[in-house]
């Protein structure tokens, strides 16, 4: 269980920089392990498709019980998946994904790496997938991870065959195998030896497995046993790897802890065949490459570590750091020195931040920091030096121990200063599978190391370290007590629209309604907002002079120039003209308690759907699910949305069916399910019977889709259906209407195949595969080759009232402004009103 650092070769200093926001110390039982891994060489290198693709218990043992340097090679962030907690999609769902993982890699001490790779969802083959990836670009990614983190092991998670049960699952497995014979040949990808060397691992496997049904292990195959008890984390690494999967929240991978050993499972793909172990043929110890005193400092060091009291080590780890110092092989020196460095800075007990109370910050302001250092050994730590940002001050000071020391400094923010968002959205994809990076040599990284640092010049005995410190931001909760994140650079004016659709009739002028955020304290003299439709004016306004404070615009666009645009739907882009500089960005703010705070920026664009989209319902009930857009788009519809509780299923009534007021079901035109309500909602197997009384009596219930995973209801519909692993996963899918004529088709909005184009990711996922005869299907689809599926939207008649289960993705439709999916979830909803 290890922090992280990265390490820099600059003017004779390895360079100590912390991802995270503080340089703290590690825990008496992490240095030790720290130190046992310093004595091993070998590096794994494990490679799956996405976020929660890992086998984490496999990782801890190879961290915790094996010492060994082990990384996790995810080629997407798992972006085209679904979200548990909110209602982001997307780059936001990506950024949120890649947190996670983080956090995850933060128990279970394994490094984190990407490559370029997009998750578009669901594919069926490698062919499907190649069709969007580009093989040579993501295989030179790969590539580029292996030579520069150097694995002498990589293990697959998956096949390349259709058992790996996910088209980007199969595809990882084949750019893993073609990434490996190619790293260690100097006429593959040649640009990158500008930067570094040609690797060869010994070897690559693939970590057989059973998931439910399916079973790719075998008795003959390769054996590891993992998940024992380690003392001192307290637990086995298979309940470690239960709190590590744990972490991925937005996907709802919640994992036992599963406590006891177990076997792991090994096939050869390709390379030096494993005997025995993983490490068969593989350089283990310093002194098989030549290095036995380094060998036999660190035995001397790790038998006489004293848990009570780390500092005692540093004598013998600064005449070790020399040594190492010496040794030939540049990357083994940079590796292993950062790992040293981070041992003997938390041998010191040293912590350094540089902090404001200022959680965002504009180029060109100054803001005030404080620069916090402590240390704790009895060996003296003196700062040399302090450069801020661009200004170097010597300081020669040596820190007392256990006493803490503040020195504030006035910081000004480069005028150039980027805005603070992910480097892979920094500048528009390459297309809808392939993320561009300003700098090639970001690709693998996790997140980019901040641009704006402290840095400290440190002397510890005779050895010299060099610690960079970001600029963060630190407040007291008064929950979660100190919270320190990474300060945020935002522009000095951000443009947002107030809502994140807009909705307008044919012949009607569009209203919008558009915050300019003011986070500079400059005063802006007068600016011109403007609305753009493919780089034609449509509207905007002239802004007076902005003096510090938000301010709210309102535009028009009149019907006059929305009737020459053809398009049902439209984006339209703002930007705002102030003292000669153009602003055009809006921030996307993402904040879960399991994360810190998650910035990027999006041009100030929004959607409009424009057409006759007839809505006759009035009022909507609606349960709660995993989280969608749907709630918010019914209300810009002028629909009135309530979220239903307890009390409006019984009334007066308590839970367990006493007597009260009749409940308040039946004031409803429509009552909706959110995506996976039935395995998130808990109350939701109570509440059925309600739902059944209310459809009896003369109601509408639209259900969305579900899985069966952690279902709350075994039967959702009033006659059974069965859902299963169904999907179409071609948005651009031929669409069949099995009863043109039917009403949901034709009230209030006529549904043509034309109202089936121009839809995002999917069609539609876990479609039923039988139902009850009762139920009369509207659709037929599926994807290239395969057999047409009738799954994706069911209709009966239930007494006086409607049921319709669609797991059609109108979650990922509406957010897109589609209009014809807007059509049609609106006529579902109008099904009683016909």
Same mark, same amino acid.
């Given at each position: 269980?290890?922090?992280?650092?990265?390490i820099?070769?600059i003017?004779g200093f390895?360079?100590?920089?912390?991802?995270a926001?503080?340089?703290?110390?590690?825990?008496?039982?992490?240095?030790?392990r720290?130190?046992?891994t310093l004595?091993?060489?070998?590096?794994?290198?494990?490679?799956?498709a996405?976020?929660d693709?890992?086998?984490?218990?496999?990782?801890?043992?190879?961290i915790?019980?094996?010492?060994?340097?082990?990384?996790?090679?995810?080629?997407?962030?798992?972006d085209g998946g679904?979200?548990?907690?909110?209602?982001?999609q997307?780059?936001?769902l990506?950024?949120?994904?890649?947190?996670?993982?983080?956090?995850a890699?933060k128990?279970d001490?394994?490094?984190?790496?990407?490559?370029?790779?997009?998750?578009f969802g669901?594919?069926k083959?490698?062919?499907?997938?190649?069709?969007?990836w580009?093989?040579?670009?993501?295989?030179?990614?790969?590539?580029?991870v292996?030579?520069?983190f150097?694995?002498?092991?990589?293990?697959?998670?998956f096949?390349?065959?259709?058992?790996a049960g996910?088209?980007?699952h199969?595809?990882?497995a084949?750019?893993a195998?073609?990434a490996?014979?190619?790293a260690?040949d100097?006429?593959?990808?040649?640009?990158?030896?500008?930067?570094i060397k040609?690797w060869?691992p010994k070897?690559?496997?693939w970590n057989?497995?059973?998931?439910?049904?399916?079973n790719?292990t075998?008795?003959?195959?390769?054996?590891?046993?993992?998940g024992q008890?380690d003392?001192?984390?307290?637990m086995?690494?298979?309940?470690?790897?239960?709190?590590?999967?744990?972490?991925?929240?937005?996907?709802?991978?919640?994992?036992?802890?599963?406590?006891?050993i177990?076997?792991?499972?090994?096939?050869?793909?390709?390379?030096?065949?494993?005997?025995?172990?993983?490490?068969?043929g593989?350089?283990k110890t310093w002194?098989?490459?030549?290095?036995s005193?380094?060998?036999?400092?660190?035995?001397?060091?790790?038998?006489a570590f004293?848990?009570?009291?780390?500092?005692?080590?540093?004598?013998?780890?600064?005449?070790?750091?020399?040594?190492? @110092?010496a040794i030939?092989?540049?990357e083994?020196?940079?590796?292993?020195?950062?790992?040293?460095?981070?041992?003997i800075?938390?041998?010191?007990?040293? @912590?350094?931040?540089v902090?404001?109370n200022?959680?965002?910050?504009?180029a060109?302001?100054a803001?005030?920091?404080?620069l916090?250092?402590?240390?704790?050994?009895e060996?003296?730590?003196?700062v040399?030096?302090?450069?801020?940002?661009?200004?170097?001050?010597?300081?020669?000071?040596?820190?007392?121990?256990?006493?803490?020391?503040t020195?504030?400094h006035?910081?000004?923010i480069?005028?150039?200063?980027a805005?603070t968002?992910?480097?892979?959205?920094?500048?528009?994809?390459?297309n809808?599978?392939?993320?561009a990076?300003?700098n090639?040599?970001?690709?693998g990284?996790?997140?980019?190391?901040?641009?704006?640092?402290?840095v400290l010049d440190?002397k510890?005995?005779l050895?010299?370290?060099?610690?960079?410190?970001?600029?963060?931001f630190?407040?007291?909760?008064?929950?979660?007590g100190?919270?320190?994140e990474a300060?945020?650079?935002?522009?000095?004016?951000?443009?947002?629209f107030?809502?994140?659709?807009?909705?307008?009739?044919?012949?009607?002028?569009?209203?919008?309604?558009l915050n300019?955020?003011?986070?500079?304290n400059?005063?802006?003299?007068?600016?011109?907002?403007?609305?753009m439709?493919n780089?034609?004016?449509?509207?905007g306004?002239?802004v007076?002079?902005i003096?510090?404070?938000?301010?709210?615009?309102?535009?028009?666009?009149t019907?006059?120039?929305?009737?020459?645009?053809p398009s049902?739907r439209?984006?339209?882009?703002?930007?705002?003209v102030?003292?000669?500089?153009t602003?055009n960005?809006?921030?996307?703010?993402i904040?879960?308690p399991?994360l810190?705070?998650l910035?990027?920026f999006?041009p100030?664009?929004?959607?409009?759907m424009k057409?006759?989209?007839?809505?006759?319902?009035?009022?909507?009930?609606?349960?709660?699910?995993?989280?969608d857009?749907i709630?918010?788009?019914?209300?810009?519809?002028?629909?009135?949305?309530d979220?239903?509780?307890d009390?409006?299923?019984y009334?007066?009534?308590?839970?367990s069916?006493g007597n009260?007021?009749?409940n308040?079901l039946?004031?409803?035109d429509?009552?909706v399910?959110?995506?996976r309500?039935?395995?998130t909602?808990k109350?939701l197997?109570?509440w059925?019977p309600?739902?059944?009384?209310?459809?009896?009596a003369?109601?509408?219930?639209?259900?969305q889709?579900?899985?069966?995973?952690d279902?709350?209801?075994?039967?959702?519909? @009033?006659y059974?259906?069965?859902i299963?692993?169904?999907?179409?996963?071609?948005?651009?899918a031929t669409?069949?209407?099995?009863?043109?004529n039917h009403?949901l088709?034709?009230?209030?909005?006529?549904?043509?195949?034309d109202?089936?184009?121009?839809?995002?990711?999917?069609r539609g996922?876990?479609?039923?595969?039988q139902?009850?005869?009762?139920y009369?299907p509207?659709?037929?689809?599926?994807?290239?080759?395969?057999?047409?599926?009738?799954?994706?939207?069911?209709?009966?008649?239930?007494?006086k009232?409607?049921?319709?289960?669609?797991?059609?993705?109108?979650?990922?439709?509406l957010?897109?402004?589609?209009?014809g999916a807007?059509?049609?979830?609106?006529?579902?909803l109008?099904?009683?009103k016909?």
């Amino acid at each position: 269980m290890f922090k992280k650092f990265i390490i820099v070769f600059i003017l004779g200093f390895f360079t100590v920089f912390c991802p995270a926001q503080q340089v703290r110390p590690s825990k008496s039982a992490e240095i030790y392990r720290e130190l046992k891994t310093l004595k091993h060489i070998p590096k794994v290198l494990y490679l799956a498709a996405h976020p929660d693709d890992e086998n984490t218990g496999l990782l801890s043992w190879l961290i915790n019980d094996r010492n060994v340097e082990t990384g996790y090679l995810s080629l997407t962030r798992g972006d085209g998946g679904q979200n548990l907690l909110g209602t982001e999609q997307g780059a936001a769902l990506g950024l949120i994904r890649t947190h996670e993982l983080l956090e995850a890699r933060k128990l279970d001490g394994a490094q984190q790496f990407f490559t370029r790779a997009i998750d578009f969802g669901f594919s069926k083959n490698t062919t499907d997938t190649f069709k969007q990836w580009d093989e040579n670009s993501i295989t030179a990614d790969v590539v580029w991870v292996i030579r520069t983190f150097r694995p002498d092991v990589i293990i697959c998670r998956f096949p390349p065959t259709a058992a790996a049960g996910h088209g980007q699952h199969a595809a990882s497995a084949v750019v893993a195998e073609k990434a490996f014979k190619l790293a260690g040949d100097k006429n593959a990808f040649p640009d990158q030896l500008k930067y570094i060397k040609v690797w060869q691992p010994k070897r690559i496997l693939w970590n057989t497995f059973r998931f439910g049904a399916v079973n790719t292990t075998a008795e003959n195959q390769m054996k590891v046993t993992v998940g024992q008890y380690d003392a001192q984390l307290g637990m086995g690494y298979g309940e470690l790897a239960g709190l590590s999967r744990s972490l991925h929240k937005s996907q709802g991978a919640g994992t036992q802890s599963v406590a006891g050993i177990r076997t792991e499972y090994f096939t050869h793909v390709a390379g030096e065949p494993a005997k025995g172990t993983l490490f068969d043929g593989v350089v283990k110890t310093w002194s098989a490459k030549g290095n036995s005193d380094i060998d036999q400092s660190l035995d001397k060091i790790i038998s006489a570590f004293n848990f009570n009291n780390p500092n005692l080590s540093l004598p013998a780890l600064l005449a070790l750091r020399k040594k190492l @110092m010496a040794i030939q092989d540049p990357e083994l020196k940079k590796d292993k020195i950062k790992s040293l460095d981070q041992i003997i800075l938390s041998c010191a007990g040293f @912590m350094g931040e540089v902090v404001t109370n200022q959680a965002e910050a504009v180029a060109g302001n100054a803001y005030n920091f404080k620069l916090n250092l402590i240390a704790r050994a009895e060996n003296p730590v003196v700062v040399e030096n302090v450069k801020w940002l661009n200004q170097s001050e010597s300081v020669n000071r040596k820190l007392s121990r256990d006493s803490l020391i503040t020195i504030q400094h006035d910081i000004q923010i480069p005028a150039d200063a980027a805005l603070t968002e992910p480097y892979w959205l920094a500048k528009p994809a390459v297309n809808a599978a392939t993320f561009a990076v300003p700098n090639d040599t970001l690709i693998g990284l996790p997140e980019a190391e901040s641009p704006l640092n402290v840095v400290l010049d440190l002397k510890i005995g005779l050895e010299k370290l060099r610690v960079k410190l970001p600029l963060s931001f630190k407040k007291l909760d008064p929950v979660r007590g100190d919270v320190v994140e990474a300060l945020r650079i935002v522009p000095a004016l951000e443009l947002k629209f107030t809502q994140p659709l807009y909705l307008v009739k044919e012949n009607e002028d569009l209203h919008l309604n558009l915050n300019i955020k003011v986070n500079s304290n400059k005063a802006f003299g007068n600016g011109k907002l403007n609305l753009m439709y493919n780089g034609e004016r449509l509207g905007g306004a002239d802004v007076s002079s902005i003096n510090g404070k938000d301010i709210t615009v309102d535009c028009v666009i009149t019907k006059n120039k929305l009737v020459s645009i053809p398009s049902s739907r439209l984006q339209l882009d703002a930007d705002f003209v102030a003292d000669g500089v153009t602003y055009n960005k809006k921030q996307v703010l993402i904040q879960y308690p399991h994360l810190p705070s998650l910035q990027y920026f999006a041009p100030a664009t929004i959607a409009v759907m424009k057409g006759d989209i007839r809505a006759t319902v009035k009022k909507v009930g609606y349960i709660q699910g995993a989280g969608d857009f749907i709630p918010e788009f019914l209300r810009m519809a002028g629909i009135q949305v309530d979220v239903l509780k307890d009390e409006d299923f019984y009334g007066n009534a308590d839970a367990s069916g006493g007597n009260g007021s009749q409940n308040r079901l039946s004031q409803y035109d429509a009552i909706v399910l959110g995506i996976r309500a039935n395995n998130t909602e808990k109350k939701l197997g109570r509440w059925m019977p309600f739902l059944w009384t209310y459809v009896k009596a003369g109601g509408n219930l639209l259900m969305q889709y579900n899985t069966n995973q952690d279902a709350m209801v075994s039967q959702l519909g @009033m006659y059974p259906f069965n859902i299963a692993n169904k999907r179409v996963t071609e948005e651009n899918a031929t669409v069949t209407f099995l009863n043109p004529n039917h009403k949901l088709l034709n009230f209030p909005n006529k549904i043509t195949a034309d109202d089936f184009k121009g839809w995002v990711q999917e069609r539609g996922a876990y479609f039923p595969d039988q139902w009850d005869a009762a139920y009369e299907p509207l659709f037929e689809m599926h994807d290239t080759g395969e057999e047409p599926l009738q799954g994706s939207t069911l209709y009966t008649k239930y007494g006086k009232g409607n049921f319709i289960y669609t797991p059609l993705s109108f979650f990922r439709q509406l957010p897109a402004g589609n209009v014809g999916a807007a059509l049609l979830f609106l006529n579902f909803l109008s099904a009683q009103k016909n």
